[in-house]
């Protein structure tokens, strides 16, 4: 898995992209297939957001979230993508 890690109005950090990796571990664990990830993280005003698009075999997915906490969004957005890909990989498995 490639991941792929910018900032927009924002400096990323060795501690940001440790992080990103560690999170995007977890959904490694549950679908193999994942070949590319562009995560990209701003901040606007006071509010942090983090938004994510995952390649997988046969889809793209796409999750954001915005919180006041940059790890809290990227915490939250790794979950909608974990839910995400656990449906695709539901979907294909009963075909």
């Given at each position: 898995?490639?991941?792929?890690?910018?900032?927009?109005?924002?400096?990323?950090?060795?501690?940001?992209?440790?992080?990103?990796?560690?999170?995007?571990?977890?959904?490694?664990?549950?679908?193999?297939?994942?070949?590319?990830?562009?995560?990209?993280?701003?901040?606007?005003?006071?509010?942090?957001?983090?938004?994510?698009?995952l390649?997988?075999?046969g889809?793209?997915?796409?999750?954001?979230?915005?919180?006041?906490?940059?790890?809290?969004?990227?915490?939250?957005?790794?979950?909608?993508?974990?839910?995400?890909?656990?449906?695709?990989?539901?979907?294909?498995?009963?075909?």
């Open positions: 898995m490639h991941v792929i890690v910018t900032g927009h109005h924002l400096e990323v950090t060795d501690s940001l992209k440790a992080h990103v990796d560690s999170k995007f571990e977890k959904l490694a664990r549950h679908f193999d297939n994942v070949t590319d990830v562009h995560v990209i993280l701003a901040v606007e005003k006071l509010i942090h957001k983090a938004e994510a698009t390649q997988i075999s889809a793209k997915l796409f999750a954001e979230d915005h919180q006041d906490d940059m790890y809290v969004a990227i915490d939250n957005m790794v979950d909608k993508l974990d839910r995400q890909i656990i449906k695709h990989k539901e979907k294909h498995l009963g075909h």
